[in-house]
């Protein structure tokens, strides 16, 4: 049995389905209920992260965990995996956390998080991914309105990633020996900028798409409507001072996987229909 833990979001759910399609138990951590889009084969249990004191329903008889960062109390979190006999834990983190700047507010999370993974005493591997190529979902809104797409960092090339390569490396560290005790760093094959990802989404779609620019005061604006300013100020850290090099390409997927992975244009064929 394994647990999953954003069983429904980008990630976790590409875990859920390679640790399923490889015919094993999984369990989903949920609040309440059962969400909509969970596969039928996977249980929910109920559990919050916020409260460790919560998981020993959901970690009862579970081999290893995939495991979401930045909660209030990672060492309690992990307390309870390890005290419930838990042989394995896959830690999502961020490429970021390579910078060890914890005044950066989104690194600091990941900082902290992979800080209560290693001393827990359970045998685990850390996945850093780059951006996620389905990121790109978030232009739905503007591409149902017409055909210009408004971005901000428009000059930033990311090696972005399919969250599927993440979901299998991630199975694959939690199934297979060789991992434990590694951090990876999970990119995608070609660091591309937003114009080049609109162009390969409009050429899927049929469609003369085209990218405009936004001004960083614009862009400061708009995120500050939408997180809080810590977080806005992380991500012109990364991404105006430059303190990431997005531009890096890893060979974690081939290593770990043994193919390729998979590059912007087949996660968009995938995808298309809902752009559509």
Not at 54 to 68: H, I, T, Y
Not at 79 to 105: H, P
Not at 148 to 173: K, L, N, Q, S
Not at 242 to 248: A, F, R, V, Y
């Amino acid at each position: 049995m394994f647990l999953v833990t954003g069983a429904t979001g980008n990630v976790g759910a590409e875990v859920v389905r390679a640790l399923t399609a490889a015919d094993h138990r999984v369990r989903a951590l949920v609040r309440s209920g059962r969400p909509a889009g969970l596969p039928p084969r996977v249980e929910a249990v109920a559990g919050d992260l916020n409260r460790p004191e919560s998981l020993a329903e959901a970690l009862a008889g579970v081999r290893g965990v995939f495991l979401l960062p930045g909660y209030e109390d990672m060492e309690g979190v992990l307390a309870e995996v390890r005290g419930a006999g838990v042989e394995r834990v896959v830690l999502l983190s961020g490429s970021s956390a390579a910078s060890g700047d914890t005044s950066n507010a989104v690194s600091a999370y990941m900082i902290r998080s992979e800080d209560a993974v290693r001393e827990s005493g359970v045998p685990f591997t850390i996945l850093r991914p780059f951006g996620f190529m389905s990121n790109a979902l978030r232009w739905r809104d503007q591409l149902s309105a017409g055909d210009v797409v408004r971005e901000p960092f428009a000059d930033v090339a990311v090696a972005m990633v399919d969250p599927a390569d993440i979901g299998a490396v991630a199975a694959t560290a939690l199934l297979a020996d060789g991992h434990v005790g590694r951090t990876y760093v999970v990119s995608g094959p070609e660091a591309l900028r937003p114009a080049d990802r609109v162009r390969v989404l409009g050429s899927a779609l049929g469609r003369d798409l085209r990218l405009e620019a936004l001004s960083d005061d614009e862009a400061r604006t708009q995120m500050s409507a939408q997180m809080p300013i810590e977080y806005v100020d992380a991500f012109f850290d990364f991404y105006v001072e430059g303190s990431l090099d997005e531009s890096q390409i890893q060979p974690t997927v081939r290593e770990v996987l043994g193919r390729e992975p998979r590059t912007f244009e087949q996660w968009v064929a995938a995808h298309a229909d809902a752009f559509r």
